[in-house]
């Protein structure tokens, strides 16, 4: 069985692919399979841990979480300031009403389901009621229309840098954050193996001097687009998790650059020529 705990063990990123594992995948295939095997460990940044942090609060095991990273702490076991940043964000976060009743649902709901074929797993932050949604919609106007006339929602709390668009080297063009961090795949992924077609909504803080917050919804077709793309391309990443196919190198990334060798001398015009 899936716990929280386990997770993102190894045994479970091979049985089961999770929308971050999905989002490796498309980035590069190499790094991703490296990464389930366990032959690559991708650095976690001080900016990840700051949203683990605050996710660790909202799922009532911030004292575990402490526990198990001394790096939060300084010397004289104060927290260091990233993290007394973390707790203003928290504050912020509780200290407005819907953000709270988004937060109030369901803590960490495990769930499996297949996509196209391949086993996924999710993790859902906070589940909402059919009842909690009611109370929302009536008690806040603008969001009936994301929760308006629903079963329940899904809502995932995001900790970000601010939400500004992201220039994509790909697209040649900003995109929202939404898209840019992938966020609308794990709503559709999210979405799929939950299996009641519940809203996607997120809950957002920023990390900025005053903490900004946000409550987002991605809409139906943006997320049925989304699961087409997903359909689309599990099974060949589900190939080679299974050693089927061999995975493809992007040649960028921090994991290509540590693997790469040397196999001729070539023009230097064509530096980056290979690239997208
Ligand atoms: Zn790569």
């Given at each position: 069985?899936?716990?929280?705990?386990?997770?993102?063990?190894?045994?479970?990123?091979?049985?089961?692919?999770?929308?971050?594992?999905?989002?490796?995948?498309?980035?590069?295939?190499?790094?991703?399979?490296?990464?389930?095997?366990?032959?690559?460990?991708?650095?976690?940044?001080?900016?990840?841990?700051?949203g683990s942090y605050v996710d660790a609060h909202f799922e009532g095991t911030l004292h575990i979480f402490k526990a198990q990273h001394p790096e939060l702490f300084k010397r004289d076991g104060?927290?260091?300031?990233?993290?007394?940043?973390?707790?203003?964000?928290?504050?912020?976060?509780?200290?407005?009403?819907?953000?709270s009743l988004l937060m109030s649902g369901k803590k960490q709901v495990?769930?499996?389901?297949?996509?196209?074929?391949v086993p996924f797993k999710i993790?859902?932050?906070?589940?909402?009621?059919?009842?909690?949604?009611?109370?929302i919609a009536s008690e806040f106007p603008d969001a009936a229309a994301?929760?308006?006339?629903?079963?329940?929602?899904?809502?995932d709390q995001k900790v970000m840098k601010d939400m500004e668009p992201v220039w994509s080297s790909e697209d040649h063009c900003k995109l929202p954050f939404v898209e840019s961090w992938g966020y609308d795949i794990q709503g559709a992924i999210y979405r799929a193996v939950e299996g009641n077609m519940l809203p996607f909504v997120l809950?957002?803080?920023?990390?900025?001097?005053?903490?900004?917050?946000?409550?987002?919804?991605?809409?139906?077709?943006d997320l049925a687009?989304?699961?087409?793309e997903i359909e689309d391309a599990a099974p060949r990443y589900q190939a080679i998790k299974e050693?089927?196919?061999?995975?493809?190198?992007?040649?960028?990334?921090?994991?290509c650059r540590m693997t790469k060798r040397l196999s001729g001398i070539i023009n230097y015009k064509e530096l980056g020529a290979d690239a997208e």
């Open positions: 069985m899936i716990t929280s705990e386990n997770y993102f063990s190894s045994e479970n990123q091979m049985a089961c692919m999770g929308a971050s594992q999905f989002k490796a995948f498309q980035k590069c295939e190499a790094a991703a399979l490296a990464e389930i095997k366990g032959e690559y460990v991708r650095p976690s940044s001080t900016s990840m841990l700051v104060g927290l260091k300031s990233d993290y007394l940043h973390a707790n203003d964000i928290i504050s912020r976060m509780e200290s407005d009403r819907l953000y495990i769930k499996t389901g297949t996509i196209a074929g993790k859902i932050d906070s589940l909402l009621d059919a009842d909690t949604c009611k109370q994301a929760l308006g006339f629903c079963d329940g929602a899904i809502v809950a957002v803080g920023t990390k900025e001097d005053e903490p900004d917050l946000a409550a987002l919804y991605i809409q139906d077709s687009a989304k699961l087409a050693g089927k196919v061999s995975p493809r190198r992007c040649e960028h990334c921090a994991y």
